[in-house]
């Protein structure tokens, strides 16, 4: 409530040419933001689907992931401001932005939780916020299956010390036996936390395991 009424007391302004309505205007965003291709989430690899590449498949149980812009300019400054300044509405548009994905019976909608303590800070944890606007967008089934046993900090660390950092560090309390989990990161850097989600989603039961996010650093 207190949100809906932020907005029409202050709206959101184009975080370019500052028009009124969007955090970023249709033609702004056409100008500024820079796709990214598809991939290897692991070792970048230019492909075709997204797919993790077969050398690098035994470094995670992570089929692929999705992702809409490479790590600067203005999406950068959106993922900034979503994540420190408090602007949950541009989940609500970048979540507009996160590639399509075909449904299936089979398919759970999640999201990279953020630890308690950065949840606590913010009042949110933005991934939950991109997951639940996505699976509200496209009719989708949402539920979280996944939380984070202990806090970690990722920032600054080189791909072995994050995926040494954050080994265990995550728990599944939801039945996904069977089920094909699509999950939800802001920004995935060297894949070494989506990774660890998806061996502990591979563990619990988990079909297969597919990213979406709306940048790569």
Same mark, same amino acid.
Not at 159 to 187: E, H, M, P, T, W
């Given at each position: 409530m207190l949100e809906r009424l932020l907005n029409i007391i202050a709206p959101d302004e184009c975080l370019v040419c500052g028009k009124e309505g969007l955090c970023l205007c249709p033609k702004c965003a056409l100008s500024t933001l820079v796709a990214k291709k598809p991939a290897c989430v692991v070792c970048n690899r230019l492909n075709n689907t997204g797919k993790t590449c077969s050398g690098c498949y035994n470094k995670t149980k992570l089929s692929g992931a999705s992702i809409s812009y490479r790590f600067e300019g203005q999406t950068k400054e959106l993922i900034y401001a979503m994540k420190y300044l408090g602007k949950r509405s541009v989940a609500r548009y970048l979540a507009g932005q996160l590639p399509a994905i075909k449904n299936s019976a089979d398919m759970i909608l999640s999201y990279v939780p953020s630890d308690?303590?950065?949840?606590? +800070?913010?009042?949110?944890? +933005?991934?939950?916020?991109?997951?639940?606007?996505?699976?509200?967008? @496209?009719?989708?089934?949402?539920?979280?299956?996944?939380?984070?046993?202990?806090?970690? !900090?990722?920032?600054?660390?080189?791909?072995?010390?994050?995926? +040494? @950092? $954050? +080994?265990? @560090?995550?728990?599944?309390? !939801?039945?996904?036996?069977? !089920? %094909? $989990?699509?999950?939800?990161?802001?920004?995935?850097?060297?894949?070494?936390?989506?990774? /660890?989600? %998806?061996?502990?989603?591979? /563990?619990?039961?988990? !079909?297969?395991?597919?990213?979406?996010?709306?940048?790569?650093?």
């Open positions: 308690g303590k950065t949840r606590r +800070q913010r009042g949110y944890d +933005q991934a939950e916020l991109l997951a639940r606007s996505y699976a509200k967008l @496209n009719g989708l089934q949402f539920a979280t299956v996944l939380t984070r046993a202990c806090h970690t !900090k990722q920032v600054g660390l080189s791909r072995a010390r994050r995926l +040494q @950092n $954050i +080994q265990g @560090n995550f728990v599944c309390y !939801k039945d996904v036996a069977g !089920k %094909s $989990i699509v999950l939800i990161d802001d920004v995935i850097t060297t894949a070494a936390t989506v990774s /660890e989600c %998806s061996k502990t989603l591979k /563990e619990s039961g988990a !079909k297969r395991i597919w990213a979406l996010a709306i940048a790569k650093g």
